[in-house]
């Protein structure tokens, strides 16, 4: 989820800027619900039309606006830059999933929380950025829409008990087209559709979209909400990573120092120990 997830700050910034973020966020919406809605014809699942109010909060909170924001920040912010801010949505989710009584909130996972931040920090070595009033708007974007998935997290664990993944995924998808259509439909004059956009936004909506929603709406049905949002502290080494293949972008000595306290950061928060079984399995002194 990390991989994919992380790919889709470099799609943005390359698709953005073309598109404009109205068509961008319609398109990449619209190729997600296609995709899910043949997954479930091939499935046979039905759709969940009595949950109808339900998938609209949860479209808007998951998909619309969190969509829309980074397409409108991609424009001003690096994808690195974007792809740091979303790791706060770690941070509101453990806050949201405390809250809402879906998970108990101790100090090691704040501990984690913290770690995991200082080794994005540590991960991306961002150049100067001016800070003017349009850059500053895109940050603060940036944390909204990382708060929009953080806090809805625990709503969306509790929407599994109620209906299949895939019926969540595809229902989300079509709230969200139906909030977004009027918008891009006005502004679809403005969008330029060149070969690279058209490309970044199809991999956007068939792949970090469509496919990867359902994943992560199955992860969710099993494990904590705060495990199932932890992979946002992977994020920027993903999406540093495939600068570094596709875009040539330098790697730093931050990366590994950085990345070994990420994975630290996840144990934390997720209460994951790989040596867990091997200790409880060894004799006694």
């Known amino acids: 989820m990390s991989a994919l997830w992380g790919s889709s700050f470099l799609f943005l910034r390359i698709a953005s800027p073309a598109l404009t973020p109205l068509p961008l966020a319609g398109i990449r919406v619209a190729l997600a619900m296609v995709t ?17 109010r339900e998938l609209l909060v949860l479209g808007a909170l998951t998909v619309t606006v969190p969509f829309l924001l980074y397409a409108w920040a991609s424009i001003y912010l690096p994808a690195g830059y974007s792809a740091l801010l979303n790791t706060t949505a770690v941070l509101f989710g453990t806050l949201a999933a405390a809250w809402l009584k879906e998970d ?15 080794g994005v920090g540590l991960i991306v070595q ?26 809805s997290t625990p709503l969306m664990k509790r929407a599994t008990t ?14 969200a087209i139906l ?4 918008g891009a439909v006005w502004a679809w004059p403005k969008a330029t559709f060149t070969a690279p956009a058209l490309l970044a936004v199809g991999v956007l909506g068939l792949i970090t979209s469509g496919l990867a929603y359902w994943v992560h709406l199955r992860i969710i049905r099993h494990v904590s909400p705060v495990a199932a949002i932890s992979p946002a502290f992977m994020i920027p080494i993903f999406g540093v990573t495939w600068g570094h293949l596709f875009l040539g972008e ?6 590994f120092i950085g990345g070994a306290l990420v994975l630290v950061a996840t144990g934390l928060v997720t209460g994951f120990n790989p040596f867990k079984r091997w200790l409880a399995a060894s004799p006694a002194p």
């Open 36 to 52: 899910l809605v043949i997954i479930m014809r091939a499935m046979r699942q039905a759709w969940p039309w009595r949950h109808w």
């Open 162 to 175: 109620r209906m299949e993944p895939l019926a969540i995924a595809a229902g989300i998808h079509a709230a």
């Open 126 to 151: 961002l150049g100067p950025v001016q800070l003017d009033g349009p850059t500053i708007v895109a940050v603060l974007a940036c944390i909204l829409a990382s708060a929009c998935y953080g806090c």
């Open 250 to 255: 330098e790697l730093s000595s931050g990366l």
């Open 104 to 118: 108990t909130l101790t100090p090691h996972k704040l501990v984690g929380c913290a770690l995991g931040f200082v």
């Open 179 to 182: 909030i977004l259509a009027p």
